[in-house]
């Protein structure tokens, strides 16, 4: 152990001592703080490579998730368009009613003196509950025109907006049609 610690001062006759036992301590701490901090830095080296390594494997994950997110949003911006055009849809057909009942009341309410000439029902695309009627009666006239529009309003519907043209031998009838909510 002479080797590893030794006196710095060695002892001199007539001049001085050597250093106190509690000297001796001093080359020991020096190895002891040398192994440590070697330690010390391959712990922290150790440690910053672990930190980089969680840190690129949670921007991967960080990245994978933005990714994932954006097809997310990019499928449920399809599903709100698709249910807004399904509600628009749905909207359109509850305010739509079938036109087939109004044909044939007026087909029923024809007497054996007058003939339908022409009849058009065109439903507005923008409000389906408005129809729009074009009705020509050959014959009878405006009472035969009467006679069909109490069968229609038999039905629930109201006529807005009517004109009637007489003529000759026929009379012209157009109305909007709205059916009367209960």
Same mark, same amino acid.
């Given at each position: 152990?002479?080797? /590893? ?18 000297? %001796?301590?001093?080359?020991? !701490? ?10 010390? =830095?391959?712990?922290?080296? /150790? ?24 097809? /997310? ?19 359109? !057909?509850?305010?739509?009613?079938? @036109? ?13 003196? =007058?003939?339908?000439?022409? @009849?058009? @029902? ?59 909510? %209960?």
């Amino acid at each position: 152990m002479n080797y /590893l610690i030794h006196d710095i001062k060695s002892e001199r006759q007539n001049v001085s001592g050597g250093l106190p036992a509690g000297y %001796k301590l001093i080359p020991v !701490l020096f190895y002891l703080v040398s192994a440590g901090s070697i330690v010390l =830095s391959a712990y922290f080296y /150790l440690s910053k490579k672990a930190y980089e390594t969680a840190e690129s494997d949670y921007r991967n994950r960080i990245s994978q998730a933005q990714s994932e997110e954006g097809s /997310l949003q990019a499928k449920q911006k399809t599903i709100v368009t698709e249910s807004k055009k399904a509600e628009v849809v749905a909207k359109w !057909l509850e305010g739509s009613r079938p @036109l087939q009942p109004v044909t044939v009341v007026i087909g029923r309410s024809i007497n054996k003196d =007058s003939t339908i000439a022409e @009849l058009s @029902l065109e439903r507005n695309p923008d409000i389906p509950a408005h129809t729009f009627m074009q009705f020509k009666v050959d014959g009878a006239g405006a009472g035969q025109i009467e006679s069909s529009l109490d069968s229609i309003y038999a039905l629930g519907y109201e006529t807005y907006s009517a004109q009637q043209v007489k003529g000759e031998k026929s009379t012209d009838f157009q109305a909007t049609l709205i059916h009367k909510s %209960k």
